[in-house]
């Protein structure tokens, strides 16, 4: 077996062997990807911890993909935010990319990921994940063991491997990493509900549009949410009935109803919806109440 290092500073890629310099430069940098990577040099093994890494994600950043049926990825979140498979991740959760089945992944544009990862390789992946108490199910959890885990991954990136017996350490390391969900799994706290449920879009679609009174775009919704346009309005169709344009446009106008009867003046209502003017707002309230704001008021 042995050590490659890598790092990534937007398109530019660098591969060194057994030198952990190369990912030192990208130390300071706002956004990079950096990792060891272990190559067995003997016959393919059952499993082997093959890449341990450290990212600050490109806010443009968007990942869809199905993974590999041989290869396992446990995403250790420590700073950020943004979406995977539909759910908000943050600080302190952890993410699965489990073998063969797809998934997407996209930071929050204003506050990107942070996040450590492993992955594991080999024909065994998954009868030994299953063996930590990982299960296909659960693929977005609370990780209340991060900063333990952290630890773990410096000592991996760190490590000088000149005089290293590395099978035995990637070994070692592998079960170490895994070792923490199973001791905590009974404390944590499964946020994931099965991959290909729409309901998960939907969920966060609903949230995101609360947080920002309902002032997105059905572009700007797909895009924090990680899917196409076209995707998300197959998955409103099927869960809600009504395509994301015509949701937004009602969950807009009944928030508004809401602030007139708290006493908002409309003009200011009209401006905090985001209506492009007061017109705008006045058109599409009478429309669909059948009175003006300043008559829905009285």
């Not at 390789?121 to 108490?133: A, H, I, T, Y």
Request: aromatic share 14%; charged share 25%; net charge positive.
């Amino acid at each position: 077996m042995y050590v490659r290092y890598y790092a990534a500073e937007g398109e530019k890629r660098e591969w060194r062997d057994a030198d952990k310099e190369v990912y030192r430069k990208t130390d300071g940098l706002p956004y990079y990807k950096k990792g060891v990577y272990f190559y067995p040099s003997e016959p393919e093994e059952p499993v082997w911890l093959w890449m341990v890494g450290h990212e600050r994600s490109d806010p443009a950043k968007l990942v869809e993909q199905r993974m590999w049926r041989s290869r396992w990825v446990l995403h250790v979140c420590v700073g950020g935010r943004g979406f995977y498979n539909g759910q908000p991740v943050g600080a302190g959760m952890a993410f699965i990319s489990w073998p063969n089945l797809a998934h997407t992944m996209r930071p929050d544009p204003a506050d990107p990921f942070e996040y450590y990862w492993m992955m594991l390789r080999g024909r065994e992946v998954q009868p030994f994940v299953r063996e930590f108490g990982f299960r296909s199910g659960e693929l977005l959890f609370d990780c209340p063991y991060a900063s333990e885990m952290v630890s773990l991954f410096h000592l991996i990136l760190e490590s000088d491997y000149a005089r290293t017996d590395l099978p035995e350490f990637n070994r070692c390391m592998a079960r170490l990493l895994l070792s923490y969900h199973r001791v905590n799994a009974q404390d944590m706290q499964v946020i994931h509900t099965p991959i290909g449920s729409y309901a998960n879009y939907v969920d966060s679609a609903k949230t995101l549009l609360y947080d920002h009174n309902y002032a997105l775009t059905v572009g700007q919704l797909a895009g924090l949410l990680g899917v196409t346009p076209k995707h998300l309005h197959r998955v409103f169709l099927k869960t809600v009935g009504e395509s994301p344009k015509q949701y937004i446009q009602r969950k807009r106008l009944e928030r508004g109803a809401d602030l007139l009867q708290g006493g908002m003046p409309p003009t200011e209502v009209a401006l905090m919806l985001r209506y492009a003017d007061y017109t705008a707002f006045y058109r599409a309230f009478l429309q669909k109440f059948g009175v003006s704001p300043s008559e829905f008021i009285k």
